[in-house]
């Protein structure tokens, strides 16, 4: 949906309630691993440059 937006060329707004679609737009299952685990990972990533920075001192600098 995000990608949608992004390539239609005038602003939009993604909103929370899109999620609502998996009914009619479901993830492809093949890719629904991919897609799970890259989100993870990423999230993962970003919690600990938070941490780092809170309790490093250090930030992007891992």
Same mark, same amino acid.
């Given at each position: 949906?995000?990608?949608?937006?992004?390539?239609?060329?005038?602003?939009?707004?993604?909103?929370?309630?899109?999620? /609502?679609?998996?009914?009619?737009?479901?993830?492809?299952?093949?890719? @629904?691993? +991919?897609?799970?685990? =890259? /989100?993870?990972?990423?999230?993962?990533?970003?919690?600990?440059?938070? @941490?780092? +920075?809170?309790?490093? =001192?250090?930030?992007?600098?891992?």
């Amino acid at each position: 949906m995000r990608r949608l937006v992004e390539h239609a060329g005038v602003p939009g707004h993604v909103y929370p309630l899109s999620l /609502l679609c998996y009914d009619i737009m479901p993830p492809p299952l093949q890719a @629904k691993e +991919a897609y799970s685990r =890259a /989100l993870y990972d990423s999230v993962r990533r970003q919690y600990n440059v938070l @941490k780092t +920075a809170i309790h490093g =001192a250090q930030g992007l600098d891992e």
